[in-house]
Antibody
Framework: EVQLVESGGDLVQPGGSLRLSCAAS????????MYWVRQAPGKGLVWVSQ????????NYADSVKDRFTISRDNAKNTLYLQMNSLRAEDTAMYYC?????????WGQGTPVTVSS | DIVMSQTPLSSPVTLGQPASISCRSS???????????LSWLHQRPGQPPRLLIH???NRFSGVPDRFSGSGAGTDFTLKINRVETEDVGIYYC?????????FGQGTKVEIK
């Protein structure tokens, strides 16, 4: 069974940092592009970042570019999102997503709250 | 970026009756491969989104056959044949044809 389990979400002050992790199991992690999508409280879904299967290609939403870094460790079957210079507007549930030609699988999410 | 627009944004339905949600994209979702990467997601309160339909009309594993998808190019529809209690929640259309992924605003389905 495909499983994506996010962790690392927390309450952090503006300007602070967090690293989110997504532990993958039940599939060949190194074969898949992976994604982060976030959802602010009561709002819709927003794509944040993506990484190709070997980690050599990454992309970011303009709102997080130069502050967030996506990475992966294929030996550990784990996806990461390093978030720096956090702002109140980064407050959201962060979902790890696997996609295979339109067939997406979503993790349970990890909550990030940025507040003083 | 491709803009995805859903209608209606709210849909009160009677149990056992059909429901329909439309999704329109600002650009064609036909990929250079010939496939159209338009998906439908369902999110229950307090739960993560889960995939219902991918590539316009393909039901994901375990999705009941009362759900069906149709459309082409820029216009797509999700239909629920007979709404059940477990179908309440928010439905999103999503395109993964072109970077970046974009989503519709969501349609809230509730029981009258």
């Amino acid at each position: 069974e495909v499983q994506l389990v996010e962790s690392g979400g927390d309450l952090v002050q503006p300007g602070g940092s967090l690293r989110l992790s997504c532990a993958a199991s039940g599939f060949s992690f190194s074969n898949y592009w992976m994604y982060w999508v976030r959802q602010a409280p009561g709002k819709g879904l927003v794509w944040v970042s993506q990484i190709n299967n070997d980690g050599s290609n990454t992309n970011y939403a303009d709102s997080v570019k130069d502050r967030f870094t996506i990475s992966r460790d294929n030996a550990k079957n784990t996806l990461y999102l390093q978030m720096n210079s956090l702002r109140a507007e980064d407050t959201a549930m962060y979902y790890c997503v696997r996609d295979w030609f339109g067939e997406s699988t979503w993790g349970q999410g990890t909550p990030v709250t940025v507040s003083s | 970026d491709i803009v995805m627009s859903q209608t209606p944004l709210s849909s009160p339905v009677t149990l056992g009756q059909p429901a329909s949600i439309s999704c329109r994209s600002s650009h064609s979702l036909v990929h250079s491969s010939g496939n159209t990467y338009l998906s439908w997601l369902h999110q229950r309160p307090g739960q993560p989104p889960r995939l219902l339909i991918h590539r316009i009309s393909n039901r994901f594993s375990g999705v009941p056959d009362r759900f069906s998808g149709s459309g082409a190019g820029t216009d797509f529809t999700l239909k629920i044949n007979r709404v059940e209690t477990e179908d309440v929640g928010i439905y999103y259309c999503m395109q993964t044809t072109q970077f970046p992924w974009t989503f519709g605003q969501g349609t809230k389905v509730e029981i009258k």
